[in-house]
């Protein structure tokens, strides 16, 4: 196959040729990508054009997918919180939540508005709760079908931007959680005024959010596309553009076959486990901070309605920083890992604070508090590390399950080591979160050592051979595109 190289800054970029029998050239090279025949008119396009409107495509996704998964994130965050903004009133009380009782909390685009729509119908239910038994159950079935958003988001990201372009605009979304935290703390708050409504102050937190949510399931079903090859926003020419763009990413688009031969690697696979351990421990401090934040206020010494209004700095500091962390991934090579390492000593010193202060000093511990916003941070960087480091559609799928699998457990695991009998210091609940942040700082340190050593061992062989530095990069470009994974592609190679 003819190959015409144009090297921009992103990378190089693989041209086919044009080709009238695509299905035929499909076979012949071996691409199964769903995208591959967009991917083969990149061929149609002289490389002047397709620069010219790259910048065109890129503007369009930000203006129309960014908004659209920001505040999808944003809602899905305010439905976990609901139940710590309900906690705060006498949410725990009326339905005999006491001691770890309340501690209890799986085409892209079509099946997250689903989900959407069926979390928000469910969240309204939250309304008609009378005892333990209730809330329990629809606690675990709002879980089953939030489990999914996050995964869904990825790969929306990883879709339709190139691997330079990912980190920021995960960590845009994900510090959109600190906006839910901001509108649920002034939501609550409000709410909480109302005094002679029919229902009480806990179930008009679940009803007004539940409606804010059904509203945008219908949005997000009506604008989302399931891939660049549906996305009614975009020109047939566009679409091309788009597919080209994230090529250089070296794993795709998407696949319809499953590979049993994935499978297994992906499950033997060291840097899977490595990001699947940090998941999970991220996830027993998300787990405790999402849902004892007001609890753990009120045993400061404050109040129900001023505890959920405190949390607000929280989710200012969560909404500033996120995003911060990925712009320092987006514009300095290979500082992911580090920027895991460093970023986990902010709210691990929180943590410290809160464990070592003295009740007497509520506003320290309560500034101590607010650190623990930063925890979103070390989680958009390791799901960032995990889908622009793994190739191959089912061993990144099965990859990303694992993750979230794990993640929802530690989150699980997180609020069940809460105990309100331990109130008003959780010190079990503490110990077991500052333990998680250390494991994260070894774990991200180790797979920075592994990947790096990785690389440099590809490089080694690279030089004994034959085939160039270009070369090597344009055939990874074609290998993801016929679904080999990055353990097979030797042109592969991992982002720090």
């Not at 996050?150 to 190139?162: E, K, N, Q």
Request: glycine share 10%; proline share 3%; net charge neutral.
């Amino acid at each position: 196959m003819e190959k015409d190289t144009h090297i921009k800054s992103d990378g190089p970029s693989v041209l086919p040729p044009s080709n009238e029998d695509t299905v035929a050239t499909k076979q012949t090279e071996g691409l199964r990508d769903v995208a591959a025949d967009l991917f083969l008119e990149i061929g149609d396009y002289s490389p002047e054009e397709l620069e010219a409107e790259r910048t065109t495509v890129r503007k369009k996704l930000d203006m129309i997918i960014m908004p659209i998964i920001c505040i999808t994130y944003c809602l899905q965050f305010l439905d976990k919180l609901s139940l710590n903004y309900a906690s705060a009133y006498t949410f725990i009380p009326d339905l005999g939540l006491e001691g770890h009782r309340y501690s209890w909390k799986l085409p892209i685009g079509k099946l997250t508005g689903s989900m959407i729509f069926i979390w928000s119908v469910l969240l309204c239910a939250h309304v008609g709760a009378k005892n333990y038994g209730g809330i329990l159950v629809l606690r675990f079935l709002l879980g089953m079908f939030e489990a999914g958003i996050s995964p869904s988001i990825m790969s929306i990201v990883s879709m339709f931007y190139t691997r330079s372009e990912q980190p920021w605009r995960m960590a845009i979304f994900l510090g959109f959680n600190g906006m839910s935290t901001i509108v649920g703390s002034l939501l609550g708050y409000g709410l909480g005024h109302v005094n002679d409504a029919a229902i009480a102050s806990w179930q008009l937190i679940f009803l007004v959010i539940g409606l804010m949510n059904f509203v945008w399931s219908i949005v997000f079903l009506t604008v989302m596309p399931d891939s660049a090859a549906n996305a009614r926003f975009l020109t047939h020419k566009q679409k091309v553009i788009a597919v080209e763009r994230i090529a250089k990413n070296m794993v795709g688009v998407k696949t319809k076959q499953y590979k049993m031969s994935q499978v297994f690697e992906a499950l033997l696979d060291v840097k899977v486990w490595t990001l699947v351990l940090i998941g999970m421990a991220t996830g027993v401090i998300n787990g405790g901070v999402s849902n004892f934040g007001s609890s753990l206020i009120k045993g400061f010494g404050f109040s129900s309605i001023n505890a959920t209004l405190l949390q607000l700095p929280n989710g200012v500091l969560e909404f500033l920083t996120v995003p911060t962390c990925g712009l320092i991934a987006t514009y300095v090579k290979d500082v992911r890992c580090l920027t895991i390492m460093v970023v986990c000593l902010i709210p691990l010193g929180g943590l410290l604070g809160i464990r070592l202060t003295s009740l007497d000093h509520r506003w320290s511990l309560v500034g101590s508090s607010w650190l623990q916003g930063i925890v979103g941070a070390p989680i958009i960087l390791s799901w960032n590390l995990l889908t622009t480091n793994i190739a191959g559609h089912t061993k990144r799928s099965v990859s990303n399950g694992m993750w979230f699998v794990f993640y929802a457990a530690g989150n699980i695991a997180g609020a069940n080591i809460f105990d309100t009998r331990e109130a008003p210091r959780y010190f079990s609940a503490l110990t077991g979160m500052i333990v998680c942040y250390c494991a994260t700082i070894a774990l991200a340190g180790f797979l920075w050592v592994y990947m790096a050593w990785e690389n440099k061992r590809r490089d080694r062989t690279l030089a004994a051979g034959e085939q160039t530095v270009t070369g090597s990069e344009e055939q990874a470009i074609l290998d993801g595109f016929k679904d080999r994974t990055d353990k097979e592609s030797q042109g592969f190679r991992y982002g720090l």
